[in-house]
């Protein structure tokens, strides 16, 4: 008879990793990291209990879109105002002053929605424009995306 073990949070294990994002495809990087956010990887993943692990990205400005997403893409939000409906570019967005929104925003909406669990395991996704971070003091370890993660 096998069991079927699931942990508690306080089980739960919580590694720190840092991803360079230049030239990895948008979809490719946020799929690994919102699996990893998640802790979908680890052989003792429960779904209803934050497992996951704390996901440092730096270089957001330096992050590849593929094809005409650079043109094409876009973000619609709207300000709750009449006539309030906006635009982003995704290409506009990455060169502008906060391209690390473009990152967030791709593996936020690969994530649960709108539930206090997924809003805590987003909380472990930290994005970095250029390549210095202020998490030193918890020795991420460097993550290399290769092929097992999608990128070629």
Known sequence: MQLTHSINAAAAKHEWFVI???DV?????ATT?????RGKHKPNYTPHVDNGDHI?????????????KAQNMEYHYH??????????????????????RLIERAVERMMPKESP????????LH?????????AAQQPKPFKLGAKEGVR
């Open 20 to 22: 360079d994002a230049t």
């Open 25 to 29: 495809p948008l979809g490719r990087l």
């Open 79 to 100: 300000t709750g105002y009449v006539g309030g409906l906006k635009t982003i570019i995704a290409g506009n967005e990455r060169s502008g002053k906060h391209p690390e």
């Open 127 to 135: 994005v970095y424009k250029g390549d210095t971070h202020p998490h």
């Open 56 to 68: 440092i990205v730096i270089n957001a400005e330096k992050i590849k879109l593929t094809g005409h």
């Open 117 to 124: 669990l997924a809003r805590q395991m987003f909380t472990k």
């Open 33 to 37: 990291v919102a699996l990893r956010l």
